[in-house]
């Protein structure tokens, strides 16, 4: 399998260099050259699979040519067998048309894990023999950075530092992250939103003199190993709930779009999806962007739900590259344009061909708390307020009668027990594993928001490359 750039002008690569590189060098993510496809008879063969044998099945042709499907199973064995349920992704019917998929079972309590912990076992089987070193560098509104911290924290040959916006995550979320004290692990808050952070860190891989000196590589959705461990549990909920004989849509509570983005993959695999349901919050620039093609940024607003308080989507490139004919100089021109003025329209290539798929839905802080209220009075669960977004969109989208409906539920409803209780009056608790979490001692570092401060504080200290 060979992977190109969306912007067209980066070096073709293979799965492992992918891995490694994270973001292009000419600014784009990378996408397969050509999406592979599961024939009816092989997603029916994968009912009944465990996790790991559908994640063998649906993610072997994307590292072609780099692993074998014996050497994906032994990473994936390794990967999952730190989550705390047998299924890794359980599913929980909620009543007759709507389900939950529960992500939230690896060790950081959020549908990142699914895919770092993979990463983690990626990296260091990529690194094993060389002398090499990685700098990753990420940005979080929430989960991202812990996830990420937890699969590679004392690992051989890494170094992590990871940006969050300064009081804009939970307390959970932060001390996940700042309560990790390896040698190799470098919390950063930065005085900004996520929005800001995220710039940040495309900027350090579009320098190429720091991006070379310190062999960058990434952790967010914008690296295409981590979406790829996502594209899986859209196959594992699908074939439980009867495909490819029927059709089954999901609802997805969206910030930077690297989720809903799975879900398509998946369906351009051949999965029959209903509907992909982009589930927003107020922060809405995807919600306009499929509803009326308007791709604008606005200004951040914080909420109840901080892993959403995002107005730029970087994985949406990945959509617009694909709706658009996969015309890497044309895609370059229009992100070009977006990222000098913060406001792009869609093409009609790109707004329509969306539109078959794709429908999104604006979820206020109310309806929110509404959607947490009805599933904890009426069906005894306990939801987080970014499942609830989700929920909510799902509720009230229109879709064919008959047609199941998966709500991601993307977090343990703990790391938000503040929002929680205020909706359904329930305090949630921590897991067993977590319950100290609240007195570890804390390591941060809290920076300016500029492109000098933290790259001088990376400079100092991160291991260059050999």
């Known amino acids: 399998m060979r992977y190109v750039s969306t912007r067209g002008n980066a070096p073709v690569l293979d799965f492992r260099a992918v ?11 990378y996408v397969p050259e050509a999406w592979p496809t599961l024939s009816r008879d092989e997603i029916a063969r994968l009912a009944g699979l465990s996790y790991v044998d559908t994640a063998v099945a649906v993610m072997t042709p994307f590292v072609a040519g780099v692993l074998t499907a014996d050497e994906l199973r032994g990473l994936c064995d390794a990967a999952y067998a730190r989550f705390s349920h047998v299924a890794v992704t359980p ?14 079972h690896g060790p950081t309590l959020a549908f990142k894990d699914v895919a770092l912990q993979l990463l983690g076992h990626l990296f260091e089987r990529f690194l094993s023999g060389t002398d090499k070193r990685l700098t990753i560098v990420g940005a979080t509104s929430g989960d991202t950075g812990s996830a990420a911290i937890d699969a590679v924290a004392g690992r051989h040959g890494i170094d992590i530092f990871m940006l969050h916006p300064e009081g804009r995550v939970s307390d959970v979320q932060r001390r996940q992250m ?16 996520f929005d800001t952070a995220q710039a940040l860190v495309k900027a350090m891989f579009n320098a190429p003199s720091f991006a070379d000196r310190f062999a960058l590589s990434a952790v967010n959705s914008i690296n295409w190993a981590r979406l790829m461990a996502q594209v899986v549990y859209y196959f594992y909920a ?57 791709y604008s940024k606005g200004q951040v607003q914080q909420t109840p739900t901080p892993s959403m308080d995002i107005q730029v989507s970087s994985n949406f490139e990945r959509l617009l590259h694909d709706l658009g004919g996969r015309d890497g100089a044309a895609l370059g021109a229009q992100m ?10 869609l093409t ?30 009426s069906t005894g669960e306990v939801i987080d307020p970014h499942t609830a977004i989700a929920l909510a969109a799902a509720r009230r989208a229109q879709l ?67």
């Open 19 to 29: 891995t490694l590189t994270g973001l292009a060098a000419d600014g784009g993510l």
């Open 91 to 104: 599913l929980v019917q909620l009543d007759h048309d709507h389900w939950l998929l529960e992500l939230f």
């Open 178 to 193: 700042t309560t990790v004290l390896s040698p190799n692990v470098h919390n950063i808050a930065i005085r900004g939103d």
């Open 238 to 294: 699908a074939v439980r709930l009867g495909a490819p004989e029927r059709a089954v849509a999901f609802s997805v509570p969206t910030g930077n779009f690297g989720d809903v983005f799975a879900g398509y993959v998946a369906a351009k695999m051949g999965l029959p999806v209903a509907r992909l349901v982009v589930a927003t919050n107020v922060n809405d620039i995807l919600h306009r962007a499929l509803s009326s093609g308007d």
């Open 336 to 345: 070009a344009g977006f990222e000098s003025s913060g406001a792009m329209r």
């Open 348 to 377: 009609n290539a790109q707004h329509g061909g969306a539109a078959p798929l794709l429908v999104s839905d604006r979820v206020d802080t109310d309806d929110m708390a509404d959607a947490m209220r009805w599933a904890c009075e």
């Open 400 to 466: 064919e009668p008959g047609v199941p409906v998966v709500t991601l539920a993307t977090a343990h409803p703990a790391k938000f027990r503040d929002a929680v209780e205020r909706a359904t009056g329930v305090r949630p608790s921590l897991p067993a594993r977590l319950g100290d979490l609240f007195d570890r001692e804390e390591r941060c570092v809290t920076l300016p928001a500029t492109f000098e401060a933290v790259t001088a504080y990376i400079g100092e200290h991160a291991h260059p490359s050999a």
